[in-house]
C-alpha cells in the first residue's frame, strides 16, 4: 500500500497566510485598475473654481429669466450625414428668420479639445452647421442671437 494513499494532508498556518495575501492582492490590484480608468476619462471637475461659479449664481439667474422671456424654443440637436442641425423657434411657433448661431462643439469626457461651429440659416428658423461634426457624441454649447437677443443652451448630439 502507498504511503500518501491514506493520508489527509494539514492545512497550515503558511496555506492561510497564502490565502489572505492573494486575497488582498486581487482587490487592491482590481482597485487600482479601476482607479485608474476613471481618472483617465473623467477629470471630476464640473467647474474650475466653485468659489467664482458661486459669485456668478445670480447673475446666471437673471439670464435663464431673461432667456426665458424671449418665448424662444431650440430643438434637440441631430445629425443629418456629418452635419448637426437644430431649429429655433419664436413665441409664435414660427422659425427665427433674422437670427444667428454659433457653437463650441466639446467632446463629454474631454477626450478632443473643444471647436468651434458656425451655422447657416437654411429657412424656418432651421440651422445647419457649416463644418462637419465628427462622428461620436458631442456637447454642443449653442449661442444664439437676435438683435439685441442672445440665448444660451446645450445640446447632446450623437
Known amino acids: 500500500m502507498s504511503k500518501n494513499s491514506g493520508e489527509v494532508k494539514k492545512?497550515?498556518?503558511?496555506?492561510?497566510?497564502?490565502?489572505?495575501?492573494?486575497?488582498?492582492?486581487?482587490?487592491?490590484?482590481?482597485?487600482?485598475i479601476m482607479a485608474r480608468f476613471a481618472l483617465s476619462t473623467f477629470s471630476?471637475?464640473?467647474?474650475?473654481?466653485?468659489?467664482?461659479a458661486s459669485q456668478k449664481y445670480n447673475q446666471w439667474l437673471e439670464q435663464a429669466r431673461t432667456q426665458k422671456a424671449h418665448g424662444w424654443t431650440v430643438s434637440p440637436a441631430v445629425r443629418k450625414?456629418?452635419?448637426?442641425?437644430?431649429?429655433?423657434?419664436?413665441?409664435?411657433?414660427a422659425g427665427l428668420q433674422s437670427a444667428t448661431m454659433e457653437a463650441l462643439a466639446e467632446h463629454p469626457i474631454g477626450r478632443?479639445?473643444?471647436f468651434e461651429i458656425s451655422f447657416a440659416n437654411i429657412g424656418e428658423g432651421e440651422f445647419q452647421s457649416i463644418e462637419p461634426l465628427p462622428e461620436g457624441r458631442w456637447k454642443l454649447k449653442i449661442i444664439v442671437s437676435q438683435n439685441d437677443n442672445m440665448m444660451r443652451v446645450v445640446r447632446d448630439i450623437r
Open 81 to 93: 450625414a456629418d452635419k448637426a442641425s437644430i431649429t429655433v423657434t419664436g413665441p409664435d411657433g
Open 112 to 114: 478632443t479639445e473643444p
Open 44 to 52: 471630476g471637475t464640473v467647474v474650475d473654481n466653485s468659489y467664482v
Open 11 to 32: 492545512f497550515t498556518g503558511y496555506h492561510a497566510t497564502i490565502m489572505i495575501v492573494s486575497f488582498f492582492a486581487v482587490v487592491i490590484t482590481v482597485n487600482m
